[in-house]
């Protein structure tokens, strides 16, 4: 009076596959989860590194001002820093968005291939 419903070799070997597919999916996403943040990481230090230089130049400007013709070409470059650091913010979260947007794609494609392996072995 065996039951071998549960102790057939194809459902162990069905388990065991789905098991171990899980497990580099599930590594894979970690890696992919890692590549982004490094991304994402690197995208923030550049644009720091290009606002620090900006403010270090205007910075540098500010200290050489004497004058009053000097403040006004002073104030008209802080207007052209700001603007430029507006554009630089804009685009870094341009960059930010299209790294995320990759990253979730994906995701979703290593949850769309768990699911479609998971569907066998329920049924």
Do not use: C, Y
């Not at 071998?4 to 388990?15: Q, R």
């Not at 899980?22 to 982004?36: P, R």
Request: charged fraction near 20%.
């Amino acid at each position: 009076m065996n039951n071998t419903a549960f102790d057939t070799t194809v459902w162990t070997d069905a388990i065991t596959t789905a098991g171990r597919d899980l497990q580099a999916a599930a590594l894979k996403a970690q890696a992919t989860t890692f590549d982004t943040l490094g991304a994402l990481l690197a995208q923030h230090f550049e644009t720091l590194g290009k606002e620090t230089e900006s403010a270090l130049a205007f910075g540098r400007e500010a200290l050489a001002a004497r004058d009053v013709e000097s403040f006004g070409a002073l104030v008209g470059k802080g207007i052209d820093v700001a603007r430029s650091q507006a554009e630089t913010a804009l685009d870094h979260s341009r960059k930010v968005a299209a790294t995320l947007n990759r990253h979730f794609e994906t995701m979703q494609g290593l949850a769309a291939k768990q699911a479609a392996q998971v569907k066998p072995i329920k049924g």
